[in-house]
Each structure stands twice: as structure tokens, then as C-alpha cells.
């Protein structure tokens, strides 16, 4: 019955609270599924300018789309769903109330699927934290990673987000192999687990 309730109290929640920012969040965590990918896989997307689009009633508006920017799915998103929830559980609605989006992504089977908003220090954060997992096998390494991107200021995860995407594929790659060893330290070393068990705390 608990559980019946939880879910009955989530969907109300989406249905008058959250959606309503969905058309103008920056950012937007999809949770869906693909066939070639365990589920679920969650998808980070950020609203781009597209132009400029016009009513009926002739008004001007920012016409814009969302792009994919990285995915989590399979191990990388066990290891990370509790940095994943923790980044979510600060997106607020207009009065700084949190939604509570953390509890859309339950520790034991995520069983949601559809858009969740996200601001523009959430969204940056995750996009950042997707695209570093990209190619690390030490799962440990992944975690550290999250845990210490989750620590970041906005302002911190808006830049090294840029500094890894958008200047140009080489510089960017560069960025990204240097990130992946200053938050996540070398493949093998016996501190990566140490720092770890501290940030987890």
C-alpha cells in the first residue's frame, strides 16, 4: 500500500508541479530505454536556440530544441545513481522549494520513464559527468569522478563542461583525458579508492 501511495503522490507531483517547467528548463534528464542498452538509459539533453517562430496571434517567440548531450546507463549508472540523485534533489521550482526529483530515481529499480527538468547547474553537472564516463573502465574511477563534479559550483561546472565540448573536437578530446585524470586520478592508483571512500561519507 505504501508503495501504491509513493507513486500515486509522484505522479501528482509531475502532473502539478513538475511538468510545468518541462517547456522551459535548459536542461532535461530523459529516463527511457533503447534496445541496444540495458535499462534504463538516462539521457541528458540541453534546450538550444533555434530561431525565432510566430503565433497565431503574430507574437515573436524563441523557437528552440533539445540536443542529446551524453548518456548513463548499465554499470557507470549504478555506480552513480546516488551523485545522479543528490545533483537532482537541489532543482527547485520558482519559490526555491525543491521538486524532489531525486525520488523519480529510486536506489532499487527505476521504474519512470518520461522528462525531468533540471536547471542550469544540474544539467551541466550530469552532461559533464555522462561525457567524462565515456571509455573508463574502472568503474571505480567513474564514481570519483561524479562524487567530485557534484562538488563543483555552478560556475566551475558551466566552464569545464565548455572546456570539454566546444572547442573543437581535438582541444576538447585533450580537455577530457586531462579531466578524467585530475578528478579520477591514474588507472591503478591505490588512492583512487581512498578518495572515494571519503566523498561517498
Same mark, same amino acid.
Given at each position: 500500500?505504501?508503495?501504491?501511495?509513493?507513486?500515486?503522490?509522484?505522479?501528482?507531483?509531475?502532473?502539478?508541479?513538475?511538468?510545468?517547467?518541462?517547456?522551459?528548463?535548459?536542461?532535461?534528464?530523459?529516463?527511457?530505454?533503447?534496445?541496444?542498452?540495458?535499462?534504463?538509459?538516462?539521457?541528458?539533453?540541453?534546450?538550444?536556440?533555434?530561431?525565432?517562430?510566430?503565433?497565431?496571434?503574430?507574437?515573436?517567440?524563441?523557437?528552440?530544441?533539445?540536443?542529446?548531450?551524453?548518456?548513463?546507463?548499465?554499470?557507470?549508472?549504478?555506480?552513480?545513481?546516488?551523485?545522479?540523485?543528490?545533483?537532482?534533489?537541489?532543482?527547485?521550482?520558482?519559490?526555491?522549494?525543491?521538486?524532489?526529483?531525486?525520488?523519480?530515481?529510486?536506489?532499487?529499480?527505476?521504474?519512470? *520513464?518520461?522528462?525531468?527538468?533540471?536547471? /542550469? %547547474? #544540474?544539467?551541466?553537472? +550530469? @552532461?559533464?559527468?555522462?561525457?567524462?564516463? &565515456?571509455?573508463?573502465?574502472?568503474?571505480?574511477?567513474?564514481?570519483?569522478?561524479?562524487? *567530485?563534479?557534484?562538488?563543483?559550483?555552478? /560556475? %566551475? #561546472?558551466?566552464?569545464? +563542461? @565548455?572546456?570539454?565540448?566546444?572547442?573543437? &573536437?581535438?582541444?576538447?578530446?585533450?580537455?577530457?583525458?586531462?579531466?578524467?585524470?585530475?578528478?579520477?586520478?591514474?588507472?591503478?592508483?591505490?588512492?583512487?579508492?581512498?578518495? +572515494?571512500?571519503?566523498?561517498?561519507?
Amino acid at each position: 500500500m505504501a508503495n501504491h501511495t509513493t507513486a500515486l503522490e509522484l505522479e501528482r507531483d509531475l502532473q502539478h508541479r513538475i511538468r510545468s517547467f518541462l517547456a522551459r528548463a535548459p536542461w532535461v534528464l530523459r529516463i527511457t530505454e533503447y534496445k541496444d542498452k540495458p535499462a534504463p538509459v538516462l539521457v541528458v539533453k540541453e534546450r538550444v536556440y533555434s530561431g525565432p517562430a510566430q503565433t497565431e496571434n503574430r507574437e515573436r517567440i524563441e523557437k528552440t530544441v533539445l540536443k542529446d548531450r551524453g548518456l548513463l546507463y548499465g554499470q557507470p549508472l549504478r555506480r552513480c545513481l546516488p551523485v545522479v540523485s543528490t545533483i537532482v534533489s537541489s532543482v527547485c521550482d520558482e519559490a526555491r522549494i525543491p521538486l524532489g526529483l531525486e525520488r523519480f530515481l529510486s536506489p532499487g529499480r527505476i521504474t519512470f *520513464r518520461g522528462n525531468l527538468p533540471l536547471d /542550469e %547547474e #544540474a544539467g551541466a553537472k +550530469l @552532461a559533464l559527468i555522462f561525457k567524462l564516463r &565515456e571509455g573508463v573502465q574502472d568503474m571505480d574511477r567513474v564514481e570519483l569522478m561524479a562524487w *567530485r563534479v557534484q562538488r563543483f559550483s555552478k /560556475e %566551475e #561546472a558551466i566552464y569545464w +563542461l @565548455a572546456r570539454a565540448t566546444l572547442y573543437g &573536437e581535438a582541444a576538447s578530446r585533450w580537455a577530457r583525458a586531462g579531466m578524467r585524470i585530475m578528478l579520477g586520478g591514474q588507472p591503478g592508483d591505490k588512492a583512487i579508492l581512498q578518495m +572515494l571512500e571519503k566523498l561517498r561519507r
